[in-house]
C-alpha cells in the first residue's frame, strides 16, 4: 500500500506558475515510477508526467516545455513545475504512483488558470 499527499494547488492567472509536490510513503526506487494525471470537468483523466525509478520522464504534449516532472534527494516526493499557465491546464491534478500490476492514486488537488 502507498499514502500520497499532494499539496501546492489553487488558483493561478493565465501565464503563471504553480509547484505541485506529492509525498509517498515510498521510495521511488521500490515502485517503476511516479506521475501526475489531471481530470477537467466532464472529461476522462489523461497522463500529464511521469518518472520511472531509473529517472526517464516523459511528458503529454499538451505540456511539453511547460511543465517539469522531478524528485527529490530522498526519492518520496515528486514534484510537478507548471509554467506559462493557460485556462486549458484547469482541472484536478491526481498524483500517481505505480508498480507491477498496481497504480496508487492521491486525493486530488484542485488547480484553476484563470484571470
Known amino acids: 500500500q502507498v499514502q500520497l499527499v499532494e499539496s501546492g494547488g489553487g488558483l493561478v492567472q493565465p501565464g503563471g506558475s504553480l509547484r505541485l509536490s506529492c509525498a509517498s510513503s515510498?521510495?521511488?526506487?521500490?515502485?517503476?515510477?511516479m506521475g501526475w494525471y489531471r481530470q477537467a470537468p466532464g472529461k476522462q483523466r489523461e497522463f500529464v508526467a511521469t518518472?520511472?525509478?531509473?529517472?526517464?520522464?516523459n511528458y503529454a504534449d499538451s505540456v511539453k516545455g511547460r511543465f517539469t516532472i522531478s524528485m527529490d534527494s530522498a526519492m518520496s516526493t515528486v514534484y510537478l513545475q507548471m509554467n506559462s499557465l493557460k485556462a486549458e491546464d484547469t482541472a484536478v491534478y491526481y498524483c500517481?504512483?505505480?508498480?507491477?500490476?498496481?497504480?496508487?492514486w492521491g486525493q486530488g488537488i484542485q488547480i484553476t488558470v484563470s484571470s
Open positions: 515510498r521510495s521511488l526506487l521500490s515502485l517503476l515510477g
Open positions: 500517481n504512483n505505480y508498480d507491477h500490476g498496481y497504480n496508487y
Open positions: 518518472i520511472t525509478n531509473t529517472g526517464s520522464t
